[in-house]
């Protein structure tokens, strides 16, 4: 059986419906520690609590869902999946925010700039890597892929 026939668009031009990510799921060791590094950092509020998950929203509305898995879970940093969280901010002060407040938790911040795009990365408290970038993508539509998301 040929998959690719099974995936190939079924009209040419714009869609009739569409979607869009809204939610993202992290398997965490430490809720309670997760909870606060999404909320401090990024003013997320937790929208629900329940036995060993939370649901935070970020002021945007973007669901950020954490599920732990205590401090034995294995981490899987190769093969397929998803590799990182990345942010946007919309202006040059809000990223310096965004990196101030992260070398204020860690001393492991790394900012770069690729086509025009400014991003400073750092890893949440399970070691996952989260990205903020300026200008968003709204603003600056991409032109490059950034090098650092291959690693």
Request: aromatic share 10%.
């Amino acid at each position: 059986m040929d998959l690719t026939k099974q995936y190939q668009p079924l009209k040419e031009g714009p869609m009739k419906y569409s979607a869009k990510v809204v939610s993202s799921v992290l398997f965490v060791s430490q809720l309670e520690r997760s909870v606060n590094f999404y909320c401090d950092v990024f003013g997320c509020e937790q929208a629900i609590r329940e036995e060993g998950a939370a649901l935070l929203l970020d002021p945007g509305g973007f669901q950020v869902y954490l599920i732990a898995q205590g401090s034995g879970a294995a981490h899987y940093p190769t093969g397929v999946g998803p590799r990182l969280l990345m942010w946007a901010t919309d202006s040059m002060e809000g990223l310096e925010h965004f990196e101030q407040v992260l070398k204020d938790r860690t001393d492991h911040t790394y900012k770069h700039s690729t086509g025009g795009v400014t991003f400073v990365e750092v890893r949440d408290p399970d070691g996952i890597r989260v990205v903020i970038a300026y200008p968003d993508p709204e603003q600056m539509p991409r032109s490059v892929l950034d090098l650092r998301l291959y690693l």
